[in-house]
């Protein structure tokens, strides 16, 4: 028998866990001043008064959501007169539905689903923390959810002013924006009384990317798995997306990839495999944040193997009545995101003709946006 061969009942795995996406890490390196800034918003509320709101925001995998949970293990150690509630908006994309998270949260129990509005929710709410003299710190993880449903400013208003339903409610928000350079719009109503602290999670650097992934590796594979070329890979491949999740990702499959090879160390033909399916970890990320008629335009051009400029407007024109500068901005948009090529096609005397095609399967888009 080849003892170099990994034996059936043998694993490359010390812990599996730490390459799943949900788990959260004990070191979190690199978002030390991140974590400062949400302290210090949270802080007046340790004192009994109401919290400074926060907006964080960054591009898809640069640890929002993980530095949340961080955040809530601080709070929870320190107070019970504190209570943080995590609410996702892509689950909960209607004030119901995020209200609903945050009734479930203080009384333990979902609201009746049928048969009680809005207002009385609310009111139930708030005169409970009032009672109780309970502060509330509302996350709005992926508030680009609530965006999409135009839900935002409400949600907003009515969290934020929540001290006139009731003066003794004192609630705190800290919103969250996986940027994916769309720009957003608070209605003016919402921003003068939201005044949050800004708090930017920029992309991790290639250093960066590199401590936490041999970190990660050194706790989640055994001694010699991962050599230093294969390091080199996963930290080139995660760098060029910018987004920690391929580099996770890329381990688990590339160590599954090894194991199946019986293979004791994971080589670059693992890793490269792997990216094949690691890159749309991201691309799913990608396309949550998309605007509708960025969605459309993007559909359209699914629906082709390449397709010109021009006659691309004329569809995207007739689905969204918008204009030539709208298509051009979300074209342009589109193209900077990396979703899609756009070259010049050299030829004919209208030599801004451009050819527009994918740079993923349009099968793999048209899946995760349905
Ligand atoms: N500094 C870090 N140290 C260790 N792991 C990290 C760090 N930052 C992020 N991660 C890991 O990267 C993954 C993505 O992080 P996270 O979910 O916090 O990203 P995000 O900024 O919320 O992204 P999105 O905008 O897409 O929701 C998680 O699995 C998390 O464990
Ligand atoms: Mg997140």
Redesign the pocket.
């Known amino acids: 028998m080849n003892k170099d061969l990994l034996m059936w009942d043998e694993t490359l795995f010390k812990d599996p866990d730490l390459f799943e ?5 004990e ?5 030390e001043s991140q974590m400062q800034a949400l302290m210090y918003c949270v802080r007046p509320a340790m004192r009994g008064a109401r919290p400074v709101n926060a907006f964080c925001i ?10 949340i949970h961080k955040l809530f293990e601080e709070i929870e150690k320190s107070t019970p007169k504190v209570i943080p509630v995590h609410i996702n908006c892509q689950t909960n994309s209607t004030r119901f539905t995020v209200y609903s998270r945050i009734y479930k949260k203080l009384f333990n129990i979902a609201p009746p689903s049928s048969g009680v509005s809005f207002q009385k929710i609310n009111e139930k709410i708030t005169s409970h923390l009032a009672d109780e003299e309970k502060i509330l710190v509302a996350v709005l ?2 508030i680009n959810y609530l965006m999409h449903e135009g839900e935002h400013d409400k949600v907003l208003y009515s969290l934020l002013r929540a001290h006139e339903t009731n003066p003794g409610a004192r609630i705190g928000v800290i919103n ?1 924006l ?1 940027d994916t350079g769309m720009g957003f719009h608070f209605d003016p109503k919402v921003e003068s009384v939201l005044l949050a602290e800004e708090i930017k ?1 920029p992309r ?1 650097t290639g250093d ?1 990317i590199r401590d ?1 992934l041999i ?2 590796n050194k706790l989640g594979f055994y001694n010699d798995v991962v050599g230093p070329d294969v390091m080199d890979k996963v930290v080139e491949y995660t760098e060029l997306l910018g ?3 391929v580099g ?1 990702d890329l381990f688990k499959r590339s160590g599954l990839n090894a194991e199946r090879r019986a293979s004791r160390t994971i080589e670059l033909e693992d890793v490269d495999k792997a990216y094949e399916t690691s890159r749309l970890v991201h691309l799913t ?1 990608l396309l949550k944040s998309l605007k509708n008629e960025e969605k459309t335009l993007l559909e359209l051009i699914c629906k082709h193997t390449e397709i010109k400029t021009g006659e691309l407007y004329n569809g995207f024109h007739d689905k969204t009545g918008l204009g030539y500068t709208r298509y051009y901005e979300t074209l342009e948009k589109l193209s900077a995101l990396k979703l899609i090529n756009a070259s010049f096609t050299g030829k004919g005397t209208r030599g801004r003709s451009r050819i527009i095609t994918l740079r993923y399967s349009a099968d793999e888009i048209t899946k995760r946006l349905s």
């Open positions: 996406l949900d788990h959260i890490p070191y979190f390196a690199h978002r960054g591009p898809p995998g640069t640890g929002k959501t993980t530095a993880d992926d969250i996986s999670f991790y960066e936490i970190n990660r987004d920690l999740r996770i990320y």
